[in-house]
Nanobody, 122 residues
Framework: QVQLVESGGGLVQAGGSLRLSCAAS????????MGWYRQAPGMQRELVAT???????NYADSVKGRFTISRDIAKNTEYLQMNSLKPEDTAVYYC????????????????WGQGTQVTVSS
């Protein structure tokens, strides 16, 4: 089992910044990709950003140039720096990680955090 714990959400005014963190723990052999997703009320969960073990990143068009994803492989932790926040960024943000658990047996995992609320006031 792999557990993900998010932190850093909160209330901020438009134009402000927040930094989310997500720490993974458990019988982790390797994390292949980590990512952030968000879900606003009445909406489907959507991709915000992902980062691979090699450091390749991918962002939703709506956050490009404002959000930056990063990770500390040694700590099995990822971060999401969110700048120039807009009211439409308001959502519950979920951390995701995919990889391998082990050493015995080696198995794939795809785990989600419990979510952290981000609210941006206008």
């Amino acid at each position: 089992q792999v557990q993900l714990v998010e932190s850093g959400g909160g209330l901020v005014q438009a134009g402000g910044s927040l930094r989310l963190s997500c720490a993974a723990s458990g019988s982790i052999l390797s994390i292949v990709v980590m990512g952030w997703y968000r879900q606003a009320p009445g909406m489907q969960r959507e991709l915000v950003a992902t980062i691979t073990r090699a450091g390749s990143t991918n962002y939703a068009d709506s956050v490009k140039g404002r959000f930056t994803i990063s990770r500390d492989i040694a700590k099995n932790t990822e971060y999401l720096q969110m700048n120039s926040l807009k009211p439409e960024d308001t959502a519950v943000y979920y951390c995701n990680a995919r990889g391998l658990t082990g050493p015995t047996p080696v198995a794939n995992f795809n785990s989600w955090g419990q979510g952290t609320q981000v609210t941006v006031s206008s």
